[in-house]
């Protein structure tokens, strides 16, 4: 890329319009007075929420925490319906953002950013887009999201099918009337467990193909009781407080007790307890040691595993359906409505894939190595190339041209998952080697939006031109992220948090898996001491007016 100028057009560049980019330009926008343009692909505000509309989406964190706490009035005045927030409630909400702090005129949508290449020389960043857009900016962030790049696997013959087929994160916005239809959902992880039961209702005949049988956990949705919500507004800042000093981002009370400490009987009373209430509650609630001490995971695996021989009719399905490959949540913890119940339908057929293997997929449907499955739908719930996915698609260089692609080919590299050595000036929103995908989003969303622009604030003050993670300081916080990650239980699992679903993909664990908790506090430490762990370099004029780099 050519075009040099010694001043940026703009003072930042962020891409996205889903809760961090709608939040970086807030912040940005009315705080810092800089100058910010957003760019989006969808025709609209709301990332993840925008793309994912498929039957049944909605999300996993109870509605009254998966929003933005930083404008106390929005919290009060804005009502949820639903115990969970569901896509079309969430969409709602962002639109909702973004018209009351008048967000739209800084987003220019319908535009993918294609490149983004560091120019030593003037310190500032050149951005392309599929639109032809050529600007300058001081600096480049992401709101990406970590799970935007969908996963269609490469099965032979995929385009030859005749019929329609969806991937569940790029849904068509019109909906999709299954009414009658003879539907093959290839996928069981958060989306297709989602999915499956709505669809079922509809579809003449829904066939699963299931790879690996999943650990899922009632949800026990249902609309919100307003009198309970009356009671979180009056102790919101309470209530948040507690979610930003806790290690998934919720305001939950964590187990302390072993499961091993206690008796069988007493045991299974705590895990029925929770199966009753619902959610995650079942992961944090129950006992503390689940998550990191294999025989204590053993106690729950093998209560889910009842639950499900109990629900599930057909011995055969049940048996089936029941996960004995990996430990309860060494994959991401999965809550439904309906899931197991589902396979007790006459029209639903659950195929193993493990056992016969898809051979391919044919003009009429899915062929496995028993049987040809004609089928008029196929919903692909086959995840994404997480966390990375969205950055390798992007041009994305540094200093001395390196590519962010190359730098990564082993894995990602982010000194706190906020920023990479050698690309100055960019910053990461829920980044590789940060809590993100294992916390309440919006919680870490919020407390990594507030530090970046914390830092550009103290950066401007002292007029530092330059912000870069030092590289050694990066090294050490991947050492970091690796061996916290060895210590707990999800090595033991083939999944997406390790790149497990993408041939090829290096298998690193990608998020920061310490909490939010202890991931705020090392974030305030680094802060208060100056930014430790990134290079900050002083303006030009100011930096030989004072006589030093
Ligand atoms: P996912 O968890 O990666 O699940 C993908 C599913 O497709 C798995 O069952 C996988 O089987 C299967 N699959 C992938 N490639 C396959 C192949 N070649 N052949 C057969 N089966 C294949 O993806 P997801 O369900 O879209 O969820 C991704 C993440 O998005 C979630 O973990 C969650 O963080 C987020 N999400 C959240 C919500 C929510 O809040 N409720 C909803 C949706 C998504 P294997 O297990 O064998 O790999």
């Given at each position: 890329?050519t ?77 949820w ?63 990406i ?15 030859t ?13 019109e ?19 989602q ?41 919101y ?16 009370e964590?187990?302390?007790?072993s ?44 209560f ?38 589902t ?20 003009p ?28 390798n ?100 699992a083939?999944?997406w ?17 310490g909490?939010?908790n ?13 930014y ?18």
């Open positions: 890329m075009n040099a100028t010694k001043t940026p057009e703009l003072d930042a560049v962020v891409l996205g319009a889903g809760f961090s980019g709608l939040y970086m330009l807030y912040r940005m926008r009315e705080l810092l007075g800089m100058s910010v343009q957003v760019y989006e692909a969808g025709d609209g505000v709301g990332g993840t929420w925008y793309w994912n509309r498929y039957p049944g989406a909605r999300c996993d964190s109870e509605s009254y925490m998966y929003c933005f706490s930083f404008d106390k009035q929005l919290m009060q005045e804005w009502e319906t639903g115990k969970y927030p569901e896509q079309p409630e969430i969409l709602k909400y962002l639109n909702h953002v973004a018209d009351r702090f008048d967000l739209r005129r800084n987003i220019q949508f319908n535009t993918r950013v294609t490149a983004a290449h560091y120019d030593e020389a003037n310190n500032l960043w050149h951005v392309e887009t599929d639109k032809g857009d050529k600007v300058t900016a001081r600096y480049f962030i992401t709101g999201g970590c799970l935007s790049s969908g996963q269609i696997p490469d099965i032979k013959g995929r385009d099918f005749e019929g329609d087929a969806y991937h569940t994160g790029s849904w068509p916005h909906g999709v009337d299954f009414t009658g239809k003879r539907v093959g959902i290839i996928g069981t992880g958060s989306s297709g467990v999915a499956i039961p709505v669809i079922a209702k509809q579809a003449g005949h829904l066939y699963v193909f299931q790879r690996t049988p999943q650990y899922t956990i009632p949800a026990r949705h249902g609309t919100v009781d307003k009198a309970f919500l009356d009671d979180v507004k009056s102790r800042d309470e209530i948040w407080e507690k979610a930003r000093w806790s290690a998934g981002g919720l305001p939950v964590p187990s302390e007790q499961a091993l400490a206690v008796n069988d009987e007493e045991r299974r009373a705590v895990y029925e307890k929770a199966w009753e209430e619902g959610g995650f509650k079942f992961l944090y609630g129950t006992f503390g040691d689940i998550a990191v001490d294999r025989r204590a995971n053993d106690t729950a695996s093998e889910i595993r009842s639950k499900i021989r109990e629900i599930v009719k057909d011995p055969e399905t049940a048996e089936k359906l029941v996960p004995t490959d990996h430990p309860f949540s060494s994959k991401r913890p999965l809550i439904d409505t309906d899931y197991f119940d396979y007790n339908r006459e029209n639903v057929t659950l195929v193993d894939i493990r056992h016969s293997p898809i051979e391919e997929i044919t009429k449907g899915i062929k496995t190595e028993d049987e040809e499955y004609e089928l008029d739908i196929i919903v692909f719930a086959t995840g994404f190339d997480a966390m990375t996915g969205t950055y698609r992007i041009d994305i260089r540094g200093r001395g041209g390196e590519r962010l692609k190359d730098k990564w080919a082993d894995g990602p590299k982010a000194y706190l998952g906020l920023a990479s050595a050698g690309f100055p000036n960019m910053f990461m929103i829920t980044g590789p080697g940060s809590p993100s995908v294992l916390s309440n989003m919006p919680v870490s969303i919020e407390q990594h939006v507030e530090w970046t622009s914390d830092l550009l604030e103290y950066s401007r003050e002292r007029d530092i031109a330059t912000i870069e993670a030092d590289a050694e300081a990066e090294a050490e916080w991947v050492a970091h992220v690796n061996d916290i990650a060895q210590a707990t239980l999800f090595p033991l083939d999944s948090y390790l790149g497990a679903n993408i041939p090829g993909k290096p298998r690193v664990f990608m998020p920061y898996a909490g939010v202890l991931y705020r506090e090392k974030c305030i430490e680094v802060a208060s001491e100056g430790t762990g990134f290079v900050l370099e002083r303006g030009k004029a100011t930096a030989e007016a004072a006589g030093v780099r």
